[in-house]
Structure formats: structure tokens, C-alpha cells
């Protein structure tokens, strides 16, 4: 085992306090400013720790090299994480509490204690008997995903920088904005990034490394219908409004949804609707592991538009398919000693490793196909984009030491 002097937890109390929470309605990138707030916080730490081309370019990305000091010719490692938080609950204010020496017992979180972290719920909490868990206080998400992964790659980072007889090749370090609305990699140089894979830090429980995620599109139906003053309208109108609803009202409910979906189960998920009588928009997201998946699933929702437009013959719609990811197995079975490694990391690291697909896409989803094969490692992070978000010290140290030992792993390799 590596005998590190961690840093990461007093990294991520720190990182968690900046308010990173990206906005899905912005046309800008970053698309909230406040971002960038951690991305100069990291930039200067990098800096102090004697890396000199550690940079934020004009669209928040922090990119840094960690110098090879292997006189073998040793590939070019990126580590990458995300700086945003959800915008599906707070991050403004987050309260990190360090839970010591966790007893197996319900988790009340004191700025609202109707919010409870129940082991029933948690079942990874049982495997933190004796760990310090890190909530928030209740009002607000904590954050880690992804600064748990943002603070272990920091971590192992000043790690490498400090131990010189660790050897290693060239790495890379990414930190980005805005991949929880789907946009982290939109901005990524890949020619000035440079490196010939990489590894998101972004996963969930110990020991997991995911070679697999869904694959993604985007459906928006935009609803023409007709208006009339409703005191005259019998005959006339025609309300988008009605439309929408019914066209919710036929999704499948006992299939095909994420709250009746698991394993390699696809869905169709509305996450907004916007409309007034004479026009409606429904955006819709599209999941499946295989593309004729999302292809069926997208041919039965227009089905269902189509048979709701019989109801209404003067209305029309349109439907408009955007492609958002695809699924990074098929870029990363060309190169299996890129997952290989970092299972015989987590090995190294005194862990059982799992091998798992993601019900989601990381960073390293897009990255993959622009050039950069990149499976995702655990950070520790649990129950994201929510309250009862929580992380532990033990688990983010563990990330640590799975990434210097996956740099140990390519030098000694090549």
C-alpha cells in the first residue's frame, strides 16, 4: 500500500463551499460565471504546486501536465472531473459535516431534520462502519459529484509532485464545466489536451470502474394547436396544452420510465413541458445501452404523437431528434488494456474491484468518441444531485491511491 499524506478531504471541504451549479437554460459556456470561481482556486493550487502551464482557457476548462520522470517512452495520461454541481437541487451555501467514526445509525441532518440519510435507503452505508461520512446540513446538495473526484485527482497530483521516485509518464489533468447539463465536453481542446486516453474520476462506490454507459438523445415536440376565446370555442379549439398532456398521459407506466427501469433497461423521461393554448413544447430525454434501442424508443413516442394528433385534426407537431452521446464500450473494447489497467489499480489499491455500466454518461462518454478512450474510476460519491448526498473520507483516499497506482501500473507497462 502507498503511504500518502493526504490532502483530499481538506481539498474537498473547500472545493464543496464555491457554488459551481451549472444552468441548463444558458447559451453561454461556462454557463453560469460562477464556475470559474473554483476553476482559478485550482488553477493557483496547481501553480503552488510547481505546475507551471496550469491554466483556465476563456471557457472555464482547467487543463495542467504533470512532467514524465520515466526515461521509458510511457503514454499520456488525462485525469478529468467536473467542477459543476446539478442544478436539480442547491448548491448554494453547502454546509459540509464530517460525520466521525460513522456507527451503522440514521443520518439526521441538522438544518432540516426531516432530512434523513437512512441505511435502509444507503445500502453502501453499510460498508462505512468506522469511516468519517461527509453530508451536507440539509438544505442543499454536498457536491461531490464530482468535487470528490476533483480533490482526488488534486490529491494525487501534489502526491506525484512530492514523491519523485514514483514513476510515471506525461499526465494530463482536465477539469470542466458543465457536464451535468450535458455540455462538459463541448469545449475540450483534444489537440492542445494531448494525451492518448484518459480516466474520468467520477464514479460511485468503492472500487468501481465502468467501461459502459447509455447512449443519449434529446426529443423535443413542438405543438401547434388552435386558439379560440373560450367562451366561443366549441368547434374550435384546439389546446396544445390538452395535447401535451395526453401525449404524457400515454407514455407506457408500468415500462420504458426511470422510475420503472434498472440494469440495461432503456426509457423515454419528459423533463419539461412549457405551453399556452395555441403552442406547447415537450423536451424528452432518450436512454438505452444499444442505438436500435433509442431508435425504438423514439419510433414508439412518435406513435404516440401521432395518435394523439387524430384526436385533434387541425393541430400539427413537430419532432425533432438531437443526439446528445453514445455508449463508450464500443470505443474502449478496441483497447481493453485501457479498462485492464485500471481494474488491476483498484487491485493494488487493497480492493475488490466491479465492473460495472453506468446508467448515465460521464465526460469520458463524449471524450471517448472525440478521440479519447476514457472509462470512469469510483470517487465515492452517493446519492447525487439530492440532499442526501454523501461521501467518505476513506473511500476519496482510496481514489487517490487507485490513481498514482494506475500512473505506477503505464510506466511499468510500457
Excluded at 197 to 213: H, N, Q
Excluded at 306 to 323: G, I, W
Aim: aromatic share 6%; with cysteine; proline share 5%.
Amino acid at each position: 500500500m502507498l503511504d500518502i499524506k493526504h490532502t483530499v478531504t481538506e481539498r474537498f471541504l473547500k472545493y464543496v463551499k464555491i457554488d459551481t451549479q451549472s444552468d441548463p437554460t444558458s447559451p453561454t459556456c461556462p454557463s453560469t460565471e460562477k464556475q470559474k470561481d473554483l476553476a482559478r482556486i485550482l488553477v493557483k493550487e496547481l501553480h503552488e504546486l510547481g505546475i507551471d502551464d496550469a491554466h483556465m482557457d476563456e471557457h472555464g476548462y482547467v487543463y495542467a501536465t504533470i512532467p514524465s520522470n520515466s526515461d521509458k517512452q510511457v503514454p499520456t495520461i488525462c485525469f478529468c472531473s467536473h467542477m459543476d454541481t446539478s442544478p436539480d437541487c442547491s448548491g448554494t451555501n453547502v454546509k459540509p459535516i464530517v460525520h466521525k467514526d460513522y456507527d451503522g445509525s440514521d443520518i439526521v441532518l441538522p438544518d432540516d431534520n426531516t432530512q434523513v440519510i437512512k441505511m435502509g435507503e444507503h445500502p453502501d452505508l453499510k460498508d462505512q462502519i468506522g469511516h468519517d461520512v461527509i453530508t451536507a446540513s440539509g438544505l442543499t446538495l454536498l457536491g461531490a459529484d464530482n468535487k470528490s473526484g476533483v480533490a482526488a485527482i488534486m490529491d494525487a497530483a501534489h502526491f506525484l509532485i512530492n514523491q519523485s521516485e514514483i514513476k510515471h509518464g506525461a499526465i494530463r489533468i482536465l477539469f470542466t464545466p458543465d457536464e451535468e447539463i450535458g455540455r462538459g465536453a463541448d469545449k475540450v481542446d483534444i489537440k492542445k489536451l494531448n494525451a492518448d486516453f484518459g480516466y474520468t474520476i467520477d464514479g460511485e462506490s468503492l472500487g468501481t470502474v465502468e467501461d459502459e454507459t447509455f447512449s443519449a438523445d434529446g426529443v423535443t415536440i413542438h405543438i401547434q394547436g388552435v386558439s379560440a376565446h373560450p367562451g366561443f370555442a366549441k368547434g374550435k379549439m384546439e389546446s396544445a396544452i390538452k395535447i401535451a398532456g395526453a401525449i404524457i398521459d400515454r407514455l407506457p407506466k408500468d415500462r420504458l420510465s426511470p422510475e420503472t427501469t434498472e440494469a440495461k433497461e432503456g426509457f423515454i423521461h419528459p423533463t419539461s413541458i412549457l405551453g399556452k393554448i395555441e403552442h406547447a413544447t415537450i423536451n424528452f430525454i432518450i436512454r438505452d445501452f444499444e442505438d436500435e434501442g433509442l431508435q425504438q424508443h423514439e419510433a414508439e413516442l412518435k406513435a404516440i404523437l401521432d395518435d394523439v394528433l387524430t384526436e385533434y385534426p387541425n393541430s400539427s407537431a413537430t419532432f425533432e431528434v438531437k443526439k446528445q452521446y453514445r455508449n463508450m464500450k464500443s470505443i474502449l473494447k478496441e483497447r481493453p488494456e485501457i479498462v485492464d489497467y485500471a481494474i488491476q489499480a483498484v487491485k493494488q489499491s487493497g480492493i475488490t474491484p466491479r465492473l460495472n455500466s453506468i446508467r448515465g454518461g460521464t465526460d469520458g462518454s463524449r471524450l471517448s468518441y472525440m478521440g479519447l478512450p476514457c472509462p470512469n474510476i469510483f470517487a465515492g460519491e452517493h446519492a447525487f444531485h439530492s440532499k442526501h448526498e454523501w461521501v467518505s473520507v476513506q473511500d476519496m483516499q482510496k481514489s487517490v491511491e487507485t490513481i498514482v497506482n494506475l500512473c505506477k501500473i503505464w510506466e511499468e507497462k510500457s
